[in-house]
């Protein structure tokens, strides 16, 4: 299905935030999104339902190459792997950093070859380091960041000595929430005062061509400070490993070859501003202090971001129906049709989401309700149709008093929205659309009551009835 605009009139998002035509803004918020457009995607596709604005998807590409030109700028997949979303990064020119066996598999459908994927193995399953060697045979382009020597292991055993990047933990993180600092968290990376040994290994066993760190999620003008000394660390190291006579680290250090690295990746993070009145990141000023705090880099070694968040966030909103308005003593409920299935976000990170009713709906005598302009605003709960306290997606935050049958959009949803969506209480992922040029595509369809069902036992012709032991 699709649905081109009348007229044909293009309304990117630059325009509809009263840019010229190519501007590129460092921030698309909510209030930006042309609300009639959305009125009729929800009436074409029902709710919940995301929408991916590929434009935008472009334009943070477009922002990110040009604030770090002699980078190397790789998409951190998680934030959302879609694959009209990944071909559309691809396209840009960003190359793709992958989480899991399943990344790497969507990546490689949507169009990168071997040698712009970069897998991340984080605990990885045997499972998923039997794939990575599998792929690694047929794109030998791809390189595998370990962040731990047991993973160097383990991928020896598969018989793969390709490219090979050590994850550094260097022991200072950042993020907007605990759950999303890893830079501190020991799961991740090799400590900083045994990485130079590591990766002096992983070159021997290796083609060891980087190393990596990334201190979180939700680097903000407030948390520049542990970014930038991140940043530092992880340019000494590549200066230690270039120039081990000089480092002074010991003898072990003193004998050792001198490493040639091709990068220094110092990850994602680059936040973007869930608040309506938040001030975007000066991308610009990041950039200056990321080359600043990594210099001198060794000849011949490059710069390295995995942006995530950055590249899809302000690009998505996700729309929910109003289906329930109960005024309680102490506030006004508002049930929508989404819920942390489809948004979780909200409930794992208290994470606030800008919402905007959109009205359309009716009054309780069956009339229209009066257009939300008119409406006064009221503070409410917008709580989901799961069975947990934590269900809501905001608390009494100020809306345009919400009637049954409203269309409310929820901003800045296109990271970690869909990717963190799931079928918990037994609900159907909801249907994601992508805008591209004017043109709205279903991306992926709703699931089904019946799509629940198939993975079981005994419910599918094709399942795997075998018990569990046998399999
Ligand atoms: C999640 C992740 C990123 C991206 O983080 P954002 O906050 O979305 O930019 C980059 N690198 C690694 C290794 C990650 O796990």
Not at 84 to 98: F, H, I, S
Not at 237 to 255: E, H, I, N, T
Not at 324 to 337: I, L, N, Q, S, Y
Request: proline residues 7%; hydrophobic residues 40%; charged residues 30%.
């Amino acid at each position: 299905m699709s649905d081109r605009d009348a007229g044909g009139t293009g309304d990117t998002g630059a325009e509809a935030a009263g840019e010229p035509a190519g501007g590129n803004p460092p921030v698309r918020r909510l209030s930006d999104w042309d609300a009639e457009r959305l009125h009729r995607l929800a009436a074409a596709h029902e709710t919940p339902l995301y929408v991916q604005d590929l434009d935008r998807v472009r334009e943070n590409c477009e922002r990110l190459l040009a604030a770090f030109p002699d980078a190397d700028v790789r998409y951190a997949v998680k934030a959302h792997t879609g694959r009209a979303v990944l071909e559309a990064v691809r396209d840009a020119g960003l190359d793709a950093e992958c989480a899991s066996a399943g990344e790497l598999d969507r990546a490689l459908a949507a169009g990168f070859d071997g040698s712009r994927l970069h897998y991340t193995a984080v605990n990885p399953p045997a499972r998923d380091l039997d794939h990575a060697a599998g792929v690694a045979a047929g794109e030998p382009g791809i390189t595998v960041t370990v962040g731990a020597v047991d993973t160097l292991d383990r991928l020896a055993e598969r018989g793969y000595d390709g490219r090979v990047c050590v994850r550094v933990n260097p022991g200072v993180g950042a993020g907007h929430h605990e759950k999303v600092t890893t830079g501190g968290a020991a799961k991740f990376g090799i400590p900083y005062d045994r990485a130079a040994d590591a990766a002096r290994e992983a070159a021997e066993r290796f083609d060891l061509v980087g190393i990596h760190a990334h201190a979180g999620s939700g680097i903000d003008p407030d948390q520049l400070d542990s970014h930038r000394e991140l940043v530092a660390r992880m340019g000494e190291l590549a200066r230690d490993l270039a120039d081990p006579d000089a480092a002074g680290d010991g003898d072990a250090a003193a004998s050792a070859d001198p490493i040639a690295l091709e990068y220094v990746d110092v990850g994602g993070g680059f936040g973007v501003p869930y608040e309506e009145d938040a001030p975007p990141l000066d991308l610009p000023a990041v950039a200056a202090a990321t080359r600043e705090a990594v210099a001198p880099l060794p000849e011949d070694t490059d710069l390295a971001i995995e942006p995530g968040r950055y590249v899809v966030a302000d690009a998505g909103v996700l729309l929910t129906r109003v289906n329930t308005v109960k005024p309680t003593p102490d506030e006004t409920v508002v049930g929508v049709d989404a819920g942390m299935t489809d948004l979780l976000r909200p409930a794992m990170y208290d994470a606030y989401h800008p919402i905007r009713n959109l009205g359309g709906g009716r009054a309780r005598d069956g009339g229209d309700a009066p257009s939300v302009a008119e409406r006064e605003a009221t503070p409410v709960t917008v709580a989901g149709p799961i069975c947990e306290t934590g269900d809501t997606l905001c608390k009494d935050r100020a809306l345009a008093d919400p009637a049954r049958g409203d269309l409310l959009a929820v901003g800045v949803a296109g990271a970690y929205g869909y990717e963190m969506a799931s079928q918990y209480n037994s609900r159907p992922r909801p249907a994601e659309v992508a805008l591209d040029d004017g043109t709205a595509t279903i991306a992926r369809r709703r699931e089904t009551l019946g799509d629940l069902l198939t993975v079981e036992r005994g419910a599918a012709p094709d399942g795997d009835d075998r018990p569990e032991g046998d399999r």
